[in-house]
Every structure is written in structure tokens, then in C-alpha cells.
């Protein structure tokens, strides 16, 4: 039987091929969702078919990237899915349920006249408002760990739900807001530009609470998180991440102010890739906090030998093409529709 | 509220509702992709107009439902976990690579190139327009290959072997991959999507020729869908056949309940219709052709087919749904074959176009392909119950440790969202056949807009006139 298991470490590398799928999800659906959370305070049509019309061609290819990290996790680590599927069943439902209202939109709305197509910006807004505060809440969840007993969850259906939670959720809302306002930045001019940017003005305060919020309380609800953060020598090898969270948000803040259209966007992501990092390095090596790691949850490693050979093959290429159609659709969006 | 109800039928329900709704878009997005691709050929060979108004009356519908089959499809991707994760467990080791190979090697292409396919138009070379139709096209075959080979797996398991924690694992990929039912899976999928969006074509050309509206567009339409009609058509019957001789071979329960079939016996008779009745293990009111069952399963007037006495009671299928969606699939099979031939009729005596009977029994046709389909899978999933891995795992091991308040609450918010999101889906596909093929410049016009946007000739939002 194939495999790589004596030459690579399996579990390692697919424990990175996940959170990276997850984060580039998190950073390409987290700006279009933001998009439509940002929505209806727009202050025309117009402004509202050119925020359309900047994702629209990329928002099914960034959803396709939580299929890859659901389907990866399935394929890598299938006791990780088999617990965390039925543990979040709720917010996971409710968040699929969002992202079909908001999916349909984009279509739907440009077939709609008259009113009807009121229905279908409202769709649009609520949809990426629920699957966002969802993602938020299951991250919550996720983070303050889960239920287990033998190879299966054994908590109840509303475990996921506490102040905690909530708490992420709304940070997370206002994170993709922060994505979506300094992607429209970049992506539009005039009247959509000069609202985008207040918008992203307006949210850059409450990112930064929910970031700190986040940071503080992780370490303060679980004592080995504390002492990973905070004991010598660990807190000087780690204090970069916090600090360069925190010069980021200043220099987002008077980019926002000073005409820069690209950097907004690009040092969004930063703060992402920061509070990400910083996630992560909490939860190592965690894959069900508290009770699996990634390395206990690993498929056989026949199974993620194949799938990496493939993996290996095709996301280069997968990559390439994508940011191809990224530059075919490069350049200011159009209120217009182009087919 | 709900803690009475077996959370393994609500379970089960849910997994049937989600994916027969899913199953429906790719059924006619597979087919559509590909007739688009040929359109688009077509088009740049001949530089024939009338060939890409038809691509881009087309595209639209095909973006509408595209739309609901990814959204429809994400969903999907969760339901393994959320509803059976006994089973993920379980079967994660095998399966699991082959869906991500779906989601690498597929996924990615469709959703990205689709951007192109859509909004390309005027930013890429009609060449590279036509290439990303085509990578559209085979991003559809891909996804259908992998999992359609997942799929038969459960059907017919090969290349894994018990191990550790009851756990499945692989031991020889091209066995699991390439298993026994998987060809005919298949071919019978692809062939079946292919004749869905043939006859949907075929009843929307019916319909404008009815009308009297673009008569030029209508003709290739129902041209093209008849060609489908006289030799795809009695193809699938072909491939069924061998399909169904596979399952005879693999899971013999499934064709007993296919046939209404409870006594092992030589001689078998073709039961047309009847009530398979799973208490009295009898088939009632059955209407029957001597010896035609043996004669059709093994080729032999006095073959030995089996029964479903031969399995224990909790073993067999719940014959009456599966015999009966087999008599669905298998007649609108043959509805299609004969429209084929009543085209090749009307081909020769050159009226195929203004026959009037002949458009009403297109429009008529035109859902022909998604009640076959649907029919058809009910018969292989139901038909290989009580297992979710045939011989090797039941669904009542598989379910999720949930509840069932949060299953049925979730189920009734799908039906409510499906329902709703499936109704304007439909209704915006309808208006867009009711508008028809239009003219390229007035193409731009249906989004309210008078000349294609080119990127360099922004109108200035402040300038502009304000929707």
C-alpha cells in the first residue's frame, strides 16, 4: 500500500493543509461576506450593484475553499469531523442555511425588478450576517473546547452557545466588515470608495476591541494557554505577534485617511493572519480541544498519502488559476453588469 | 418536542431531502455545460449569430442554477459529519480522499472559471471564453466522477479491510476507486444528465415554435435536443441493462425488490405492476409476462433469479418504493426513446418542426428528465438499505449522537428554505425561457443596462444616471 507516512510527517502537514485552507477561507469569503454585511447601509442602488459586481465573479470559487477545509478535514482527520460536525450541528446548520440565502442572491437579484429585488438584497445581507456571526460563535465553541467521551461527542445540542461565543461572533462580523470595506476600497471609486472607507473607519475600533477581547480572555479562562503566552522565555518569542497586530491597526488607520486604495485591504489581512497566528499557537496541538490532538485524529496514513500526492499536484495549479481569474476581473468594478 | 421521533429516519429523511434537491441542478448543469461548450463551438466555427443568442439565453439559466447547486452542494459536504458521523468515522479512511480529490480537482475549476464563463465576456479572447466553457464543462464530469465513485463504493465495497476501533481501511486505492458498480454508475449518470438537459431544451423549442417566437433559435434547440432524443436515448436503455445485470451480480436483494421478486425461482416472470407488500412477503394485483424476468436477468427462459425470502427480514429493501421508482425511471426511459423515434418519423417526412402534437408532447416532456433521474437514484439508495456500506455497515450504526429536536427543527428549515429558494429559482428560469434568445445588444439590455460595460468606459457614479 502507498505510502509517505516513513518519509514526511503526515498528520503535521495535513494539520498545516487544513488551517491554511481555513484561513484562506476565513480571508477571501470573509471579504465578500463582509461585502453583504456591509449592504443596505449603502447609499444608493448604484453603490450597491458595483459592491455586487466586485465579487460576484469570485464568491463562489472563495466558498469553494470551506468545502476544501470541510472535505479536507473529513478526508485528513475524519474523528475530528465525526466530533465537531454533530458537536456544532446548530450553528453549522444555521450558517449553511446563511450562506444559501446569500448565494442565491447574487443571481437572483440581478433577474429581479422592481421591488422583489429589495427580497433578494435583503437575502443577501442577512444571509452573510448569520453565516459570519455563525462562523464567529463556532470558532467560540471551538476554542473553548468540546464534549467528548470514547470516539464521539457526548455534550448537548446548545453547548456551543455561551456569552463567549456570542462575543466572537460579533467581533467576527465586524472583522469581515473591516475586510469587505477596505476590499471595496480597493475595488471601487468615487462615492462607493469615500462611503467604503468610513465604513472601514467605523469598524477598525470595534475589530481592535473584539481582537483584544479575544487575546486577553483566551489565556485568563485556561491556565496551560496562560502559561504557553506568558512564561519566560515564551512571552519574548511571542510578543511580536501582539505587537505587530497593533502596528498594523495603526497603519490601516491613517491609510485610511491619507488616499492609500490597496494597503487598507492587503494590512486587513495582516491583522487576520496575526489573530489567526495567535489562535493557533493557543489551540497547538489541539484538533478537538480538549480532548483529541491532531495527531490522534489523523486518517490511516495510506489515506492521507493519496490525497496529499494530489494535493501536492493540484494546488499549485489550483492556485495559479485562481489568481488568473483574480487578474482577468483586476481593476475598479463597474455598477454595470457584464453578461 | 420531537424526542418520540426515531432520529434515525429523521436523519435519513434530511439526507434524502438535501440531496434529491442537489441532485436535480447537477442532473441538468452537467448536461447544460456541455451543450453550452458544443454551442460555443459551433458558434466560432460558423460565426453563426443565432448560436450564441442561444448561449447566452442559455448561460443565464445555467448561472440560476448553478447558483442553487453550489449552495445546495456545500450543504452536502457538511451532512456526512453533521448527520452521520458514526459512519465519517468509520469510513473516513477511504472515502474521505476521494472527496477531496473532488474538491481539488473540480470544485476549484467549476467555481472559478464559471467567474469567466460569466462575466468574461468582454475582459478575455472569445477563444479563452470558449476554453473556459469547456474547463466548466469537464470541471461538471470530474466532480461527477468522484463522487459517483464514493458513491458506488457504498454500493459495492472493494480494496479495505477491518481494522483498529472498527475502523474501514484502504488496501488497494484503484479497487476502491474503480469498484465494481462505478463504470456503470457512471455512464448511466453522465447519459441520464445528458438526456435531462436535452429534454428541457426540447420542451422550451417546442414551446417557442408553438408560439411562433424565435423560430430560427427554437429549430436548432429542438434540433440539437432530438439528436440526443434518437441516439442517447436508446444508449441509456443499453447501459441500464448492464447496470442492472451489475447489481444483479453485486446486490442481488436490491434487483428481487426491483422485480417484486419473493420466491427464489427458475422461470421468473416480469411482474409489469403490482404492490410489493414487505408484511405478507407477497407482491399483490400483480399483472405478469411469463418467464420474461429470468429471460431479461440472465439472458435464460429457465435462469434462476432470486427472491427476497433469501435474505432475512432485516435484511431486505422496503420492496414497494423500490419497485415502484424502477417503473417510473424505466417508462419516462421509454417515453425518451420514443420521442426519438417519433422524430426520426417526422425527420423524414420533414415536419419535425411544425408538428403541432409533437411540440405539446416536448412541452409535456420537458421535467422528463429530472422524474428519471430522481426515480433512479430512490432505487439504488433504497434499494441497498438497511446498509449505508452494503454488506459491511447499516444506517442505523451510521447515525450522528444528536438529538432528534435539533435534526427535525433543522430538516423543517430546509424544506422552508429549499422551498422558497427553489420556487424564485424557478420562477426567474421561467421568466428568462419567456424572454427567449435576444439579439446581442438587446442581451445587455435585460439587466437594464444600454451597451456592454467595458472596464476603460466606467460611468462615473457622480456623472451617471442613477438606477
Redesign the interface.
Known amino acids: 500500500m502507498f505510502s509517505l507516512e516513513n518519509i514526511v510527517d503526515l498528520p503535521l502537514i495535513w494539520y498545516g493543509l487544513i488551517a491554511t485552507a481555513i484561513f484562506l477561507y476565513v480571508l477571501l469569503d470573509g471579504f465578500d461576506l463582509g461585502v453583504g454585511i456591509l449592504f443596505p447601509f449603502a447609499p444608493t442602488d448604484q453603490c450597491r450593484d458595483r459592491m455586487i459586481n466586485s465579487i460576484a465573479p469570485f464568491w463562489d470559487g472563495n466558498e469553494t475553499w470551506l468545502v476544501l477545509g470541510g472535505g479536507g478535514l473529513f478526508a485528513a482527520f475524519p474523528l475530528a469531523y465525526a466530533i465537531l460536525m454533530p458537536a456544532l450541528y446548530i450553528p453549522i446548520t444555521l450558517m449553511l442555511l446563511g450562506l444559501i440565502f446569500r448565494g442565491v442572491a447574487f443571481e437572483f437579484r440581478f433577474k429581479a425588478t422592481g421591488k422583489s429585488r429589495r427580497i433578494w438584497d435583503y437575502s443577501f445581507h442577512f444571509g452573510s450576517l448569520a453565516a459570519t456571526f455563525m462562523q464567529g460563535m463556532i470558532l467560540g465553541a471551538f476554542v473553548t473546547g468540546f464534549k467528548v467521551q470514547g470516539r464521539g461527542f457526548a455534550g448537548t445540542a446548545f453547548d456551543w452557545l455561551n456569552a463567549y461565543s456570542v462575543t466572537i461572533g460579533i467581533a467576527l462580523v465586524f472583522g469581515y466588515a473591516l475586510l469587505g470595506a477596505t476590499w471595496l476600497i480597493m475595488k471601487t471609486d468615487n462615492d462607493t470608495q469615500a462611503w467604503a472607507r468610513k465604513c472601514a473607519s467605523y469598524v477598525l475600533g470595534y475589530v481592535g476591541l473584539g481582537l483584544a477581547v479575544v487575546s486577553i480572555s483566551m489565556p485568563m479562562m485556561n491556565s496551560d494557554i496562560r502559561a504557553l503566552w506568558f512564561d519566560t522565555p515564551n512571552v519574548f518569542m511571542l510578543l511580536p505577534i501582539p505587537v505587530a497586530s497593533l502596528i498594523l491597526f495603526i497603519m490601516i488607520w491613517r491609510d485610511l485617511h491619507n488616499g492609500h486604495e490597496y494597503r487598507p485591504f492587503l494590512m486587513s489581512l495582516g491583522v487576520f493572519f496575526t489573530g489567526y497566528l495567535g489562535l493557533g499557537i493557543s489551540l497547538w496541538p489541539w484538533l478537538v480541544p480538549f480532548a483529541f490532538t491532531f495527531r490522534q485524529t489523523a486518517a490511516a496514513p495510506p489515506s492521507q498519502s493519496l490525497l496529499l500526492v494530489g494535493t501536492i499536484v493540484m494546488l499549485p495549479v489550483v492556485l495559479t488559476y485562481v489568481g488568473y481569474c483574480y487578474y482577468i476581473f483586476r481593476g475598479k468594478a463597474s455598477h454595470e453588469s457584464a453578461y | 418536542m420531537f424526542e418520540n421521533l426515531d432520529p434515525v429516519l429523521l436523519a435519513r429523511i434530511q439526507f434524502a431531502f438535501t440531496i434529491s434537491f442537489h441532485i436535480i441542478f447537477p442532473a441538468f448543469t452537467i448536461g447544460l455545460a456541455s451543450w453550452l461548450a458544443v454551442l460555443e463551438w459551433r458558434w466560432l466555427k460558423t460565426n453563426n449569430q443565432l448560436y450564441a443568442d442561444i448561449y447566452?439565453m442559455w448561460?443565464?439559466i445555467f448561472?440560476?442554477t448553478f447558483?442553487?447547486g453550489?449552495?445546495?452542494?456545500?450543504?452536502m459536504?457538511?451532512q456526512?459529519?453533521?448527520n452521520w458521523?458514526?459512519f465519517?468515522?468509520r469510513?473516513?479512511?477511504?472515502?474521505?480522499?476521494l472527496?477531496?480529490?473532488?474538491?481539488?480537482?473540480a470544485?476549484?475549476?467549476e467555481?472559478?472559471?464559471?467567474?469567466?464563463m460569466?462575466?468574461?465576456?468582454?475582459?478575455?479572447s472569445p477563444k479563452m471564453h470558449f476554453a473556459a466553457t469547456i474547463i466548466v464543462a469537464t470541471g461538471t464530469l470530474i466532480s461527477a466522477f468522484w463522487i459517483l465513485s464514493a458513491n458506488s463504493w457504498m454500493q459495492t465495497p472493494q480494496g479495505f479491510e477491518g481494522?483498529a476501533?472498527d475502523?474501514l481501511?484502504?488496501?488497494?486505492?484503484l479497487q476502491v476507486i474503480f469498484n465494481p458498480s462505478f463504470p456503470y454508475r457512471f455512464m448511466h449518470m453522465i447519459t441520464a444528465a445528458y438526456l435531462t438537459t436535452a429534454f428541457v431544451v426540447a420542451g422550451v423549442g417546442g414551446y417557442y415554435l408553438w408560439r411562433g417566437q424565435h423560430v430560427k433559435h427554437a429549430r436548432i434547440m429542438l434540433g440539437m435536443a432530438m439528436i440526443m432524443a434518437i441516439f442517447v436515448a436508446p444508449l441509456q436503455l443499453l447501459l441500464g441493462d448492464l447496470h442492472g445485470l451489475n447489481t444483479l451480480t453485486h446486490q442481488p436483494a436490491k434487483v428481487a425488490a426491483m422485480e417484486g421478486l419473493w420466491e427464489t425461482q427458475r422461470g421468473a416472470p416480469l411482474k409489469l405492476f403490482g404492490w410489493p407488500d414487505q408484511e405478507e412477503e407477497i407482491t399483490k394485483y400483480a399483472l405478469e409476462i411469463p418467464k420474461l424476468s429470468s429471460l431479461i436477468l440472465t439472458h435464460e427462459l429457465d435462469g434462476e433469479v432470486k427472491g427476497l425470502k433469501a435474505w432475512p427480514r432485516d435484511e431486505r429493501p422496503p420492496a414497494a418504493t423500490v419497485f415502484w421508482t424502477f417503473r417510473i425511471m424505466v417508462g419516462v426511459g421509454m417515453l425518451m426513446i420514443l420521442t426519438g423515434v417519433f422524430a426520426l418519423i417526422l425527420h423524414w417526412r420533414k415536419k419535425l418542426f411544425d408538428t403541432r402534437w409533437f411540440q405539446y408532447w416536448c412541452m409535456a416532456l420537458t421535467p422528463a428528465g429530472f422524474i428519471a433521474v430522481l426515480a433512479g437514484w430512490f432505487v439504488t439508495e433504497v434499494g441497498r438499505q438497511p446498509y449505508i456500506i452494503h454488506g459491511v455497515m447499516r444506517t442505523a450504526e451510521a447515525v450522528?449522537?444528536?438529538?432528534a429536536?435539533?435534526i427535525a427543527i433543522?430538516l423543517a428549515?430546509?424544506v422552508i428554505?429549499?422551498g422558497f429558494?427553489f420556487g424564485?429559482?424557478v420562477y426567474?428560469i421561467v421568466?428568462?425561457i419567456g424572454k427567449g434568445p435576444q439579439a446581442a445588444e438587446e442581451a445587455y439590455g435585460a439587466?437594464g443596462?444600454e451597451k456592454?460595460?467595458l472596464?476603460t468606459e466606467?460611468?462615473?457614479?457622480?456623472g451617471?444616471p442613477?438606477?
Open positions: 447566452r448561460v443565464k448561472a440560476v447558483g442553487m453550489v449552495v445546495s452542494g456545500v450543504v459536504s457538511f456526512f459529519g453533521t458521523s458514526v465519517s468515522d469510513a473516513g479512511n477511504v472515502l474521505g480522499p472527496l477531496g480529490y473532488e474538491v481539488l480537482t470544485f476549484f475549476l467555481a472559478s472559471f464559471l467567474g469567466v460569466l462575466f468574461g465576456w468582454n475582459r478575455v481494522g476501533e475502523l481501511y484502504p488496501t488497494n486505492w450522528s449522537p444528536v438529538a429536536s435539533p433543522s428549515a430546509f428554505t429549499y429558494v424564485a429559482g426567474y421568466r428568462l439587466h443596462v456592454p460595460p472596464v466606467m460611468v462615473s457614479e457622480k451617471g442613477h438606477v
